[in-house]
């Protein structure tokens, strides 16, 4: 047998005892969030934490995924304008779960960048995009499934970046004719989400959502209203809801023109009064919803998961239409419902970040190709250039372009190029 002098056991004693302590500090390190995380009951209504819809596609199919490289390009973009909450749509494709990992990446790099997600989880009925009839008494049970189950994985897998799983998009509004589902399959699957939380398998603190239309929320048509969706009204977390007035100067232009009494105001002065009716019209869905949704459960809260106004469209809102597509406009909308929600305490995922030509392939002129902030090739629309003129993009760029003004930053040609619509239906 070894005998070893007291001052030599010390010694490894004193070993194994740091030996220890340092294992339990790397072990820690890996379970610690990489910043100061917040939850969702932190950042919802929190006019520090903007918060945009985002997807990074820039080609006409999404076959063609942003690489990681391109996905931090964006995010560090619209982290220089404030944008700390963006939100995704599915989990089928990899830029969900490659946007996880470069906003991951990001924040161990740089312990000041704060990015948070709104993780989507599409929902479709039977015979969804199928050429065959839709059954919307009935839902894609196995696809549904496989989505719900890719969002609980990346929902654990970075639980200080993903906060709020919405579990649909536009699901429930019957104009959504080619996979809406009634409010009981969206209420099962919010329902499993939150046992999931109640058994620990899911971050207590991660919110659960469905995003959809203030209509189909019960703010419009009562066909809308059953028990389904009181049950779901109850069973959420908080209400996403949407607005978008911009497609109703088509549809239902009640608040949409210049009235007679305001033609002989300067054009900057009459589209203001214009955009300011826009807004108005917004807050009048979002309030018809609350309303209803307030008479369920009285405590439940509700942000806009969406709202935006097209730069451009050749169809039914472009020049030959309601003249509501344009850079100057939706310049105007953006900054109104921000400075509205802000005040309100609501948060607002405006629409979009980017352009994206996939959105309607067949139809590259068409609105939905255009309600980015920027256009694909990173040129910055109206409604950011004074961001950058205060230089807040500088070093930074997209698809290999760095950030410069449309129409080369000259307001009158961009107000020329801006048309007014008379008012057809305005009391």
């Not at 207590?204 to 059953?226: E, M, P, R, V």
């Not at 917004?282 to 998961?305: P, R």
């Not at 309600?371 to 409604?383: S, T």
């Amino acid at each position: 047998m070894i005998k070893l002098s007291l001052p030599y056991c010390v010694l490894i004693l004193l070993s194994i005892f740091l030996i220890s302590c340092s294992n339990h500090t790397n072990q820690s390190n890996k379970l610690r969030p990489l910043n100061n995380t917040k939850t969702a009951s932190q950042i919802l209504g929190n006019s520090d934490y903007l918060a945009i819809s985002y997807g990074g596609y820039r080609e006409i199919t999404r076959e063609t995924e942003p690489t990681i490289s391109q996905l931090k390009d964006d995010m560090k973009i619209l982290s220089a304008m404030g944008i700390k909450v963006v939100r995704t749509y599915n989990t089928k494709q990899k830029q969900a779960a490659n946007l996880l990992q470069a906003i991951s990446e990001m924040s161990a790099e740089n312990s000041d960048f704060e990015m948070y997600v709104m993780l989507g989880a599409w929902i479709d009925c039977k015979n969804a995009w199928t050429g065959i009839a839709p059954n919307h008494d009935e839902e894609n049970e196995e696809a549904n499934n496989a989505e719900i189950n890719r969002a609980v994985e990346l929902a654990n897998k970075y639980p200080d970046i993903v906060k709020i799983i919405a579990v649909g998009n536009e699901a429930m509004v019957t104009w959504a004719t080619n996979y809406f589902v009634k409010p009981k399959v969206i209420l099962k699957w919010v329902n499993h989400l939150q046992n999931l939380k109640k058994e620990s398998k899911l971050d207590t603190s991660l919110w659960i959502t469905c995003s959809d239309n203030f209509a189909s929320w019960g703010g419009g048509d009562s066909l809308y209203h059953c028990k389904d969706l009181e049950n779901l009204i109850k069973a959420v977390d908080y209400v996403s809801l949407h607005t978008y007035p911009m497609h109703d100067t088509h549809y239902n232009p009640v608040f949409w023109g210049i009235l007679d009494s305001e033609k002989n105001l300067s054009k900057t002065k009459a589209l203001e009064l214009i955009m300011d009716r826009a807004v108005l019209y917004a807050q009048k869905q979002y309030n018809n919803a609350a309303q209803y949704i307030h008479s369920i459960d009285s405590s439940k809260q509700v942000h806009i998961g969406e709202t935006g106004w097209a730069s451009s469209s050749i169809g039914l809102y472009g020049k030959m239409g309601s003249k509501a597509c344009d850079e100057y406009k939706a310049g105007l909308y953006y900054h109104k419902m921000r400075e509205w929600t802000t005040k309100a305490g609501i948060s607002c995922f405006y629409f979009e970040a980017f352009d994206e030509k996939w959105k309607d392939s067949q139809n590259p002129g068409g609105s939905e190709n255009h309600f980015g902030l920027f256009k694909i090739n990173g040129e910055a629309k109206y409604v950011v250039w004074t961001l950058v003129d205060k230089g807040v993009f500088k070093g930074l760029g997209r698809n290999g372009n760095t950030i410069q003004k449309t129409y080369n930053g000259n307001l009158n040609a961009l107000i020329e190029d801006t048309e007014l619509s008379p008012a057809k239906q305005l009391n």
